[in-house]
């Protein structure tokens, strides 16, 4: 049973940076892809970016060009590097992954949160001057 423990977040002013890490309890490359989601009050959770274990990446447009998702060497954590924030970013944080392969899973950019398998439990991140 994989496990995953979200880190990292806080308040940051807006145009801040914050870098989120997932700690996974086995090797992330045996899983097709891993991937950052967040929920926010009153909204349905939605994918932010993911990546495959062959390396390709994907964004959501509302963090392209500000947000960056890396994985360690090891395969043991996952990273949300998170740049020029803004109040509409503050959220609660999740990293998932998902085991297997799918064409809807493929269809959907990998950011589709019910394609997803394991979960962690999250992470506050509060954007707000």
């Known amino acids: 049973q994989l496990q995953l423990a979200e880190s990292g977040g806080g308040l940051v002013q807006p145009g801040g940076s914050l870098r989120l890490s997932c700690a996974a309890s086995?090797?992330?490359?045996?899983?097709?892809?891993v991937g950052w989601f967040r929920q926010a009050p009153g909204k349905e959770r939605e994918g932010i970016s993911s990546?495959?274990?062959?390396?390709?990446?994907n964004y959501a447009n509302a963090v392209k060009g500000r947000f960056t998702i890396s994985r360690d060497d090891a395969g043991r954590t996952l990273y949300l590097q998170m740049n020029d924030l803004k109040p509409e970013d503050t959220a609660v944080y999740y990293c998932?992954?998902?085991?297997?392969?799918?064409?809807?899973?493929?269809?959907?950019?990998?950011?589709?949160?019910?394609?997803?398998?394991?979960w962690g439990q999250g992470t506050q991140v509060t954007v707000s001057s």
């Open positions: 998932a992954a998902v085991r297997y392969f799918s064409r809807s899973l493929y269809e959907g950019g990998a950011l589709n949160p019910a394609e997803y398998d394991y």
């Open positions: 086995a090797y992330i490359l045996d899983y097709w892809a």
């Open positions: 990546i495959t274990n062959y390396g390709a990446s």
